[in-house]
Nanobody, 117 residues
Framework: QVQLVESGGGLVQAGGSLRLSCKAS????????MGWYREAPGKQRELVAT???????NYEDSVKGRFTISRDNAKSTVYLQMESLKPEDTAVYYC???????????WGTGTQVTVSS
């Protein structure tokens, strides 16, 4: 069975930092593209960052220079290091695993990030 479990969310002040983690099980982690998405109140879920098997990364414009996505294949874990957090970063953050060749896509259940002003 496949499971993606996010952790590391919480309440932080504007300008602060958080590191989110997503532990995957039941998949061949190293061949999956991993991503972080977020869903703010009243808004559609949006892509935050992705990291491919090669290590290539992609970021949503508003988080470029502030967020860093990384992965540890030995631990089957993807991270999102968030710096200089802003109130508009407040959202539920979701972990995603995707492997297009095998037409597989999985989601975690999310972790809440709240940034106070």
């Amino acid at each position: 069975q496949v499971q993606l479990v996010e952790s590391g969310g919480g309440l932080v002040q504007a300008g602060g930092s958080l590191r989110l983690s997503c532990k995957a099980s039941g998949i061949s982690f190293s061949v999956f593209t991993m991503g972080w998405y977020r869903e703010a109140p009243g808004k559609q879920r949006e892509l935050v960052a992705t990291i491919m098997s090669s290590g290539s990364t992609n970021y949503e414009d508003s988080v470029k220079g502030r967020f860093t996505i990384s992965r540890d294949n030995a631990k089957s874990t993807v991270y999102l290091q968030m710096e200089s957090l802003k109130p508009e970063d407040t959202a539920v953050y979701y972990c995603n695993a995707d492997q297009k060749l095998f037409a597989t896509n999985y989601w975690g259940t999310g972790t809440q990030v709240t940034v106070s002003s």
